[in-house]
């Protein structure tokens, strides 16, 4: 059951509005939720997705009334770089600009689809709507990801990922000198109260950890940092809240401040750099690097210490 309070930047909206919001369904699928009492306001099941939210209310959704979207189909046309494969597992190097599993506004055209056209059988590896995935990167993050190939394997790295045991490590651009070098980030995430389409570090949030590590400092035509940051933890746009609640967004990051004059990026500055994880079949430590893209190592090029 997802249940929020309806903030004043969204009050006047429609229910269903809100609802596709809150579950990234489409307006109709929403709709048909609300049809299906799928939905509450103030503990009062509504019928109508055309009834207009106020501030404050109390909107609950059962997300399991939504219509059952069809199951994604394998697609050749994708490219999608290929790192290393077994019967285990699969790490690829996604590009930016690349959505990871289908979802409302994405139907196909996804990482998920890209694979099953290469592994059918990863269908039957977890969650059908988007199998053998075990974490997630932005649409314009690109780096390194791995693809659980099998049953255990997915079993053996949502494990992993819930003990801390994978190593995630990033690059970023964030504007700004941080005091301390080398730092923890231990804030917890959660929806932005303000704003349901953003996260933010909020009080009721999840746990959320980021380590960083200065790389270098530059002073033109801007004052920016290089970055690794390493996930101790994975919620939705982590390092990007943290970094932006420390008062350094991500270059190129419009949804959390990263958009300045001095350095331009084509994206948010973000690249899954190294990947490392314990062999579901062999217990071998196996540890992936990717270098920066050709467009952030442009925007580096810029820079000057």
């Known amino acids: 059951m997802i249940r929020e309070e309806i903030p004043a930047a969204l009050a006047g909206e429609r229910l269903d509005r809100i609802v596709a919001l809150l579950t990234d369904a489409s307006r109709s699928d929403a709709a048909a939720l609300v049809a299906a009492g799928g939905a509450r306001l103030d503990g009062v099941v509504a019928m109508s997705g055309k009834v207009r939210v106020t501030i404050n209310q109390v909107v609950e959704i059962d997300p399991t009334q939504l219509p059952q979207p069809q199951l994604p189909q394998a697609d050749a046309s994708i490219e999608l770089p290929i790192v290393y494969a077994d ?4 790490v690829i190097d996604k ?11 994405h139907p196909d055209g996804t990482v998920v689809n ?16 988007r199998p053998g995935i075990v974490h997630r990167l932005d ?6 990801m791995v693809v659980a190939h099998s049953q255990r394997a997915y079993d053996s790295l949502v494990s992993a990922l819930a003990a801390r045991t994978v190593t995630r490590s990033y690059l970023t651009l964030v504007w700004g000198h941080l005091k301390s070098p080398n ?10 109260h303000r704003d349901p389409l953003r996260m933010a570090v909020v009080i009721d949030g999840k746990p959320a950890r980021t380590r960083y590590r200065t790389i270098a ?3 033109e035509p801007a004052d920016v940092s290089e970055l690794e940051c390493r996930l101790e933890s994975g ?21 959390y401040g990263g958009i300045r004059s001095g350095v331009v990026s084509p994206r948010p500055f973000l690249h899954a750099a190294e990947l490392a994880f ?18 952030l190592l442009d925007v580096l090029l810029e820079l000057h210490e």
């Open 217 to 219: 400092n530059y002073r």
């Open 278 to 295: 314990v062999h579901p079949g062999t217990g071998e430590t196996m540890t992936f690097k990717s270098p920066l893209p050709r467009d």
């Open 87 to 90: 019967d285990d597992v699969i």
């Open 114 to 129: 890209a694979i099953l056209a290469r592994y059918p059988d990863v269908a039957d590896v977890g969650d059908p709507m």
């Open 183 to 192: 730092g923890l980030i231990d804030a917890p995430i959660g929806r932005d």
């Open 95 to 105: 590009p930016a600009g690349l959505v990871v599993h289908p979802g409302h506004g």
């Open 235 to 255: 919620r939705t746009h982590q390092i990007r809240v943290h970094l932006a609640a420390t008062g350094h967004p991500v270059v190129g990051d419009g949804a």
């Open 139 to 144: 649409v314009g993050t690109s780096g390194l």
